[in-house]
């Protein structure tokens, strides 16, 4: 086991397979940017599976238990059924990914089949006009809620539902969200819009606070904090008094948890990150294609890690906010 220069282990990997998404959030990949000018990783500059095993295999023994799979959107890299396949023989309490449900319908199947336990979906609304005026390629709801009824029918469970809240964009949405997903076991989370990466626009006054969207549920359906499944779990949780489910609420700018965060990123060309507002990270390809052994590359690893003081969220500021940073598209949210 490693721990950083504030104590906190290594217990957590996210894994972006992908930088090229089917969607263009407008929180995330903005059009004007993510055009057709916008220069996407080469396929041989991606870790390959085979890579991303070993790599994750050796962060293993320095303590990672939790993975996630994300981008861009995971779904969209041919064969990730055979990454999740390899990655289910690892020694891990859990494998889990992260996706935009427009492939999900199709894919849940094989992705349960292959060894995944669960997935988390991404959907910022219910009304097709707030959705399409998230997401910005106008992907319809239905279909995404298809994807979300095949992932409960695969048994990928408790499914989590991503609500991204944007001020005067989806914040009317919060309400129907809950009352959709109250009573089917899934979990919504509502996500503070954050400052990630430098595109999109992001300003204070655009983020709700987790306590406004509590209270506007509250306001309707009586809830009561929850304590966490585990130290450094991201999301706040709560649960209905009724008894008709749980709800979360990520609280990275209202309240934030840098003091609990467990977090590697790995990017789709290899550079592992060990914050999510990280301006820069270090290169495990290079050591993986020029005959590095597990060894020395778990030394870097180790290395990278006990260095590690990172703590963005507690430090925003204007200072920081204007600092170069990577996009969540390429660095995987
Ligand atoms: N494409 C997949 C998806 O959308 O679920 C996986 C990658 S996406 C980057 C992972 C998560 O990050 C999504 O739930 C998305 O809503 C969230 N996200 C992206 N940009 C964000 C931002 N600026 N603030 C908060 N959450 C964001
Ligand atoms: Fe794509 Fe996910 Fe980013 Fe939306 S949040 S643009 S679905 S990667
Ligand atoms: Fe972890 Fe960085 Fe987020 Fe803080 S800002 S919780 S250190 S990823």
Not at 115 to 133: W, Y
Not at 194 to 199: F, H, L
Not at 293 to 315: F, H, K, V
Request: aromatic share 6%.
């Amino acid at each position: 086991m490693v721990v950083d220069t504030m104590q906190r282990p290594l217990r957590d990997l996210r894994i972006s397979i992908t930088d090229r998404c089917n969607f263009r959030c407008r929180y995330c990949m903005p059009k004007e940017i993510f055009n057709r000018e916008y220069e996407f990783l080469q396929r041989d500059l991606l870790l390959s599976f085979e890579e991303i095993t070993r790599l994750t295999h050796i962060l293993t023994d320095l303590g990672v238990a939790r993975v996630r799979i994300t981008g861009g959107e995971p779904l969209l890299r041919r064969g990730v059924e055979s990454l999740v396949a390899d990655l289910a023989a690892l020694p891990l309490r859990d494998l889990t990914l992260t996706t935009n449900g427009s492939l999900l319908a199709r894919k849940a199947e094989t992705l349960a089949d292959a060894g995944l336990r669960r997935v988390t979906v991404s959907l910022d609304s219910l009304d097709q006009g707030v959705f399409a005026a998230m997401n910005d390629v106008d992907f319809p709801v239905s279909d995404v809620l298809a994807g979300i009824d095949a992932a409960a029918s695969a048994g990928l469970t408790p499914i989590k539902v991503n609500m991204v809240v944007k001020r005067g964009v989806n914040s009317g949405e919060i309400l129907p969200m809950a009352q959709h997903f109250r009573g089917t076991g899934h979990i919504v989370r509502f996500i503070e819009f954050m400052d990630v990466g430098m595109s999109n626009g992001w300003r204070l006054d655009d983020v709700v606070p987790a306590q406004e969207i509590l209270d506007t549920i509250a306001e309707r359906y009586p809830i009561e904090p929850v304590e966490p499944n585990y130290t450094g779990e991201v999301a706040g949780r709560w649960r209905y008094v009724d008894g008709a489910g749980e709800i979360g609420v990520i609280t990275s700018i209202s309240k934030p948890f840098c003091g609990d965060c467990t977090r590697a990123r790995l990017s789709a060309e290899g550079v592992l990150y060990t914050c999510l507002f990280a301006t820069g990270g270090v290169d495990l390809r290079a050591p993986l294609r020029d005959g590095s052994d597990d060894a020395e590359i778990a030394a870097l690893l180790r290395a990278t890690w006990e260095n590690r003081d990172d703590r963005y969220s507690q430090r925003r500021s204007e200072a920081t906010v204007n600092l170069p940073k990577v996009e969540m598209s390429y660095i995987g949210g």
